[in-house]
């Protein structure tokens, strides 16, 4: 399976990436085999595909959890989540409660990486370690940080208009 790296001006295959530069900024510049510039791309893009991947415990599952409510303030019927096997995990230079990422097959985590992982056991956690009794209860916490997020990035707009 080919890997992609995402630069500034498009996609790099990334069996093409023989050197990569890392400068003071954070933008890596990719180098090929005939010392030629593949393009530009983020010190995070380059170390989610470096990191050591091992692979998940059969059963293991997360449910990636979204909205789309598309500019307006998220509510209930905007939030939906993709429920997707664990493949792997990417493991991550330092140490932090994100260091671990799960692999999937199809659904890329969203930006708001927010997922629910379902254990073998039964057990869930989200990305900070913190455990759910259900889904439904990750769903409601997702919401009420993105009603948040929402709210803090619009109270200008709403102050004025009171």
Not at 5 to 20: C, F, L, M, P, W
Not at 35 to 44: A, P
Not at 53 to 68: K, L, R, Y
Not at 108 to 136: H, K, R, W
Request: glycine share 10%; charged share 25%.
């Amino acid at each position: 399976m080919s890997r992609f790296i995402q630069t500034e001006d498009g996609y790099v295959n990334a069996s093409h990436v023989v050197k990569a530069r890392e400068g003071k900024d954070g933008v890596v510049r990719l180098i090929g085999a005939g010392g030629e510039d593949l393009g530009n791309t983020w010190t995070d893009k380059l170390r989610d595909l470096c990191g050591t991947i091992v692979p998940a415990a059969p059963g293991t599952f997360a449910s990636i959890i979204n909205d789309d409510a598309m500019g307006a303030r998220p509510t209930a019927e905007h939030v939906y989540s993709v429920f997707e096997p664990v493949i792997g995990w990417r493991i991550r230079d330092g140490y932090d409660e994100r260091n671990s990422v799960p692999v999937l097959i199809d659904t890329p985590l969203p930006e708001s990486g927010f997922y629910v992982i379902q254990m073998p056991t039964g057990q869930l956690f989200g990305p900070n370690a913190e455990q759910f009794d259900n889904l439904d209860d990750a769903t409601a916490r997702f919401l009420t940080r993105r009603q948040a997020e929402w709210d803090r990035k619009h109270a200008a707009k709403l102050a004025a208009a009171d």
